[in-house]
């Protein structure tokens, strides 16, 4: 890692923490001052970081920061919901696991260290309880050893210790019969002891008794087992459940003889019921009370492990991703208060959709829901989810007085467990989702691996653009411009690649649309017409005996609109001493159908400064043929297309008579003609006699390095 790196590493751990400590400070028992605090949290940050990076992922240490936090006294009730509030949030934004980690594996790996988070300080908080009850079971054994001896000194002193205990105490015969309960035992089973005594100890079964329970009770009762203990349910005269942590000992005689069996138990219902409830708000979204992210890859990964371990898939899921078409909108119009309000009716109507126990539906952020269907039928019962999905949103939802129409798009992945991972499943019916909202939206989509594929391969291309300039994975090949008349080369045209460290060597179809889309055609325009324009004059030393070569850069349509293109690109023919006459700029003839006199301002600038013009793929954008006096163009380009038919005998007269026609046209315009795409000598022969003034194409060179600029090969392309 470079020091630049470290730095900034470093820097957001600390951040992390400073937001971290401010959310989680003022819920915490601690005796530390708040900057110690900060300070406490940073290594805790450093291991999220670390685990959230490590290859293969593994959550576990989370497990320590939630103890840790535990540790630090942080046991308000509050705390565990700002712990896991602040990982959310700015875990990724301050200790991003770089490159190699996709944003959506990254975001499951997120939600997995907040789990085993809760779930290190769930387990923490009920060890420190432990460590607490243990306290009082050890004070309470030792009443009960002094019970014992004050059995065999005095029965008054045992009274007075059986009374006075503040949990509760019971002694029952070895058959299991109540013989004495104290008040403390009487007031948690409702105030009476009669209802307490007149039990058989093997009466008190609860559906909710663990395991091996009554296995532990029945060995003490054949005095084969001195104590147990054990988290017990008992349910109460008014139907109400108590919870308790249960201690039950073997009361020995003198001789050795089981006599007794004594009964410790301790009120934890309140516990419980905080356990339960962190364990509810760690799972469940706090607007709509709908699953969260964390309880829907529980599931998921659930579903995904076949249940009958052997991994054969033959469980299945159907998995359906939903966006809410526009909600943006909503917000921005009528505030996130309305939008809040919109999700949680959405939120209703969605839960209403599942019926079943085996259906979840879960909000994993934003305006995007889940619905999980664990071993559909079929395909079928999970694109009738989709549709009743799309029948629950299609009534508009009242809000604030106002009625909103609500429209999803909705990505379905249907298949069996065990195929694909978590993170994998998600992202397929992401990329799905998308795929239905870039038709239209309100509409459902299937996943298609192939189509997953390509988007997820553009997605990496498009995240690679930004730093693949500056690391000069981009490189210009030059392809020769010929003139007709006697066969010598006129100039060329330059043409970017993209050398990718994956995929190897990119033509300009696979990154122009992706750099056009995201803005960064900009800089990368920018880029090309320096390198072009630093070819240009190398040549010109090279040969200066010769008549002048002129280089033609590709303008993209975005590149007319910023406002600095005329500017920068004056300066770069300046920075490498090249008059403007030297380069011809080519633009699309679709860009210029339909511009205004803003859109054309810049390419009259290049005019006036001496720079051709050339109308790129002419014939395929069906201009206006008048408007070509208007514009401030030199030269057609025309399009392969209708040269095709004179590749080979017998030529194609149409095309013939096309060609003939807009080169009379354009040199009546005073325009010259260059064509593309020529592939044979006969094709280039019918172009020469028709009065096309230059070409290129395979016939003549195929795109390569500068230094072989004038390496014509005159072999048809169908040969070579």
């Not at 209403?352 to 395909?379: H, K, N």
């Not at 592939?679 to 290129?696: K, P």
Request: charged share 20%.
């Amino acid at each position: 890692m470079r020091a630049g790196q470290a730095d900034d590493g470093a820097d957001g751990l600390r951040r992390f923490a400073a937001i971290w400590s401010r959310a989680i400070y003022p819920a915490t028992a601690t005796s530390m001052t708040r900057a110690e605090f900060e300070q406490y949290l940073v290594p805790l940050a450093q291991d999220l970081s670390d685990a959230l990076r490590a290859r293969p992922f593994d959550p576990r240490p989370a497990v320590g920061v939630g103890a840790a936090l535990v540790a630090a006294h942080c046991t308000d009730p509050e705390a565990l919901p700002r712990i896991l509030g602040v990982i959310d949030a700015y875990l990724l934004l301050y200790c991003p696991p770089g490159d190699t980690v996709p944003t959506d594996e990254a975001r499951a790996h997120c939600a997995r260290l907040q789990h085993w988070t809760a779930a290190g300080f769930a387990s923490a908080l009920r060890e420190r309880t432990l460590f607490e009850q243990e306290a009082i079971s050890r004070a309470a054994m030792a009443a009960r050893t002094e019970a014992e001896q004050a059995l065999y000194e005095s029965e008054a002193r045992f009274r007075a210790v059986f009374e006075g205990a503040s949990i509760g105490i019971g002694i029952a015969d070895m058959d299991g019969n109540i013989l004495e309960v104290n008040d403390a035992l009487t007031q948690m089973f409702g105030g009476l002891e009669q209802t307490v005594r007149s039990r058989n100890v093997n009466e008190w079964v609860h559906p909710d008794d663990g395991p091996g329970t009554w296995e532990m009770q029945g060995r003490v009762a054949r005095g084969e087992l001195d104590h147990y203990s054990i988290e017990k349910p008992y349910l109460r005269p008014d139907g109400t459940v108590l919870w308790t942590n249960l201690t039950v000992s073997l009361l020995r005689d003198a001789a050795g003889a089981p006599r007794y069996m004594l009964a410790l138990i301790e009120d934890i219902t309140e516990q419980r019921l905080l356990r339960e409830r962190l364990r509810y708000e760690a799972t469940h979204d706090a607007l709509t009370g709908l699953a969260n992210r964390t309880l829907f890859f529980e599931r998921l990964e659930e579903a995904l492990d076949p249940a009958d371990g052997s991994g054969s898939g033959a469980v299945r899921l159907g998995l359906c991703y939903l966006d809410l078409d526009g909600f943006k909108d909503v917000n921005d119009s009528l505030g996130h208060a309305t939008g809040d309000l919109l999700l949680v009716a959405v939120a209703e109507r969605l839960q209403a959709c599942v019926t079943s126990p085996g259906q979840l539906v879960a909000r994993i952020g934003g305006d995007e829901f889940v619905a999980l269907i664990v071993d559909p039928a079929d395909r079928n019962e999970v694109a009738a989810l989709a549709e009743l999905i799309h029948t629950a949103l299609a009534e508009p939802i009242s809000v604030d007085g106002r009625d909103l129409s609500v429209r999803c798009s909705i990505g379905i992945v249907e298949g069996p467990a065990g195929a694909l991972g978590p993170a994998e499943v998600l992202r397929s019916a992401d990329i799905t989702m998308y795929r239905a909202k870039a038709a239209g939206g309100n509409r459902s989509a299937l996943a298609d691996p192939d189509a997953d594929a390509r988007a997820i391969t553009r997605h990496g291309l498009t995240n690679r653009l930004p730093t693949a300039l500056e690391r000069g994975e981009f490189f210009v090949e030059y392809q020769p411009l010929v003139r007709l008349s006697d066969g010598s080369v006129r100039g060329a045209e330059a043409l970017v690649r993209w050398h990718h460290p994956v995929h190897g060597r990119l033509g300009p179809d696979r990154f122009i649309p992706l750099a056009e889309s995201t803005g960064l055609i900009v800089p990368l325009g920018r880029w090309v017409l320096a390198q072009a324009a630093q070819q240009a004059h190398d040549w010109q030393l090279l040969h200066a005996d010769g008549p002048p070569l002129r280089v033609n850069v590709n303008l993209s349509p975005s590149q007319l609109h910023h406002p600095a293109l005329v500017r920068e690109t004056v300066a770069a023919l300046a920075e490498a001493g090249l008059e403007p006459s030297a380069i011809c700029l080519e633009i699309t003839e679709s860009a210029l159908i339909g511009a205004d006199e803003e859109l054309l301002r810049p390419l009259r600038q290049f005019a006036e400064l001496g720079m051709d013009i050339a109308l790129d793929d002419f014939g395929t954008g069906y201009s206006n043929l008048a408007s070509l006096r208007q514009l401030p163009i030199t030269t057609l380009k025309l399009d392969r297309s209708f040269t095709l038919g004179m590749q080979h005998q017998p030529v194609d007269p149409v095309d013939v008579k096309i060609v003939d026609g807009i080169v009379q046209l354009a040199h009546t315009l005073g325009l010259s003609v260059t064509v593309e795409g020529v592939e044979t000598g006969l094709q280039a022969e019918h172009l020469r006699v028709l009065g096309c003034d230059t070409a290129q194409g395979w016939y003549y060179a195929r795109p390569g390095p500068p230094d072989r600029l004038h390496a014509l090969s005159l072999v048809d392309a169908g040969s070579a």
